[in-house]
């Protein structure tokens, strides 16, 4: 018999960064499309993520006049990425739905991405068609810049697709577990696998308000997207030290045919060939830093070596182990 969930069957969470002028319109669309498509059984999660207007009084108001509301302050301004990590962290759902507080994103998109993951999803990404009111420099940039990141990356992350998605719980469990400091979570959990299906949709405006995603912050996410799913940058220190050396032996060929051949000033020969040395040698030693600091990357994240859906055994193996209570997922290397 299939036990019976204890908590909400879907937990909505919302980062929020100076959202007070758009949260009360957030919320009433938010519980409008929960009440429609999660029955009613659901809480929705918003985060203040250092906010310098009214934004957690509102959150505040708003829990105490509306059942299934969850406030979080945090202590500062942490970044969007640890504001949905901490809402990803108080979630009780079956279902969890990120999902920004500017609705930009839709609330009622929640019934197309429910019926989506109906179908035998864990993860059902929202993928942008059209970027309302954004300039055609950001349009241009996130375009590139999701080609590049996919060029560079091992992992297949999905172009075109914010943070907006809806995973399952087991999605949800696996991406707690996972340690690093430096998230970029729609990689995390590209890099988690599972069923993973794009439900295409058009961005609206932002409902009030200024983006809290200057370019420096955006700047900043991109990088930590090629730095965490990617040592490509590592080892192009090994490739400059090879084609140093390269050109390190020609040149070294050429000084000494110049001092051969008597077209070189005195001490001009010994000091280019202590100069080339001593170039190639440094280029040498940052590619195999660059190697070793590559491997110390992965390592330190600590993520899990595998993961394991299902499990399969003999009947002579069940027999042998039934005082044992088999296991249907696993962590490895841990």
């Not at 970044?79 to 609330?107: K, M």
Request: hydrophobic share 50%; glycine share 8%.
């Amino acid at each position: 018999m299939k036990a019976i969930p204890s908590g909400p069957l879907l937990s909505v969470v919302a980062p929020c960064f100076n959202e007070e002028a758009s949260l009360p319109e957030f919320v009433r669309r938010m519980s409008a499309a929960c009440a429609e498509f999660a029955a009613g059984v659901y809480e929705i999660i918003l985060v203040n993520d250092g906010s310098r207007d009214r934004t957690w009084p509102c959150i505040k108001a708003l829990a105490s006049a509306n059942a299934g509301i969850v406030g979080l302050n945090l202590s500062r301004n942490h970044g969007h990425q640890l504001a949905v990590t901490a809402g990803l962290a108080r979630a009780r759902g079956e279902r969890v739905l990120v999902i920004d507080a500017d609705l930009q994103d839709p609330p009622e998109l929640l019934g197309p991405l429910m019926a989506r993951m109906n179908e035998g999803y864990d993860v059902v990404y929202a993928r942008r068609e059209s970027r309302a009111s954004e300039s055609r420099f950001k349009r241009a940039t996130a375009y590139l810049y999701y080609r590049f990141l996919r060029s560079l990356s091992e992992v297949d992350i999905p172009s075109d697709t914010g943070d907006f998605r809806l995973m399952s719980r087991r999605i949800v469990d696996r991406l707690n577990q996972m340690p690093e400091q430096d998230r970029f979570l729609r990689g995390m959990v590209a890099w988690l696998g599972g069923a993973q299906a794009e439900l295409k949709y058009d961005r609206a405006p932002r409902f009030a308000g200024a983006t809290g995603y200057t370019l420096a912050r955006m700047a900043r996410l991109a990088l930590a997207g090629v730095t965490s799913f990617s040592v490509l940058p590592l080892r192009l220190a090994s490739l400059m030290a090879a084609l140093g050396a390269i050109a390190a032996f020609f040149l070294a060929v050429y000084v000494l045919a110049g001092f051969i051949a008597g077209h070189a000033a005195p001490g001009w020969t010994s000091l280019a060939l202590i100069m080339i040395f001593f170039a190639t040698v440094q280029l040498a030693c940052l590619g195999i830093l660059g190697a070793y600091v590559g491997r110390i990357f992965l390592q330190v994240k600590g993520r899990p070596l595998y993961l394991i859906d299902e499990a399969v055994a003999s009947e002579r193996d069940v027999g042998a182990r039934s005082e044992e209570k088999p296991r249907l997922e696993a962590l490895g290397g841990r």
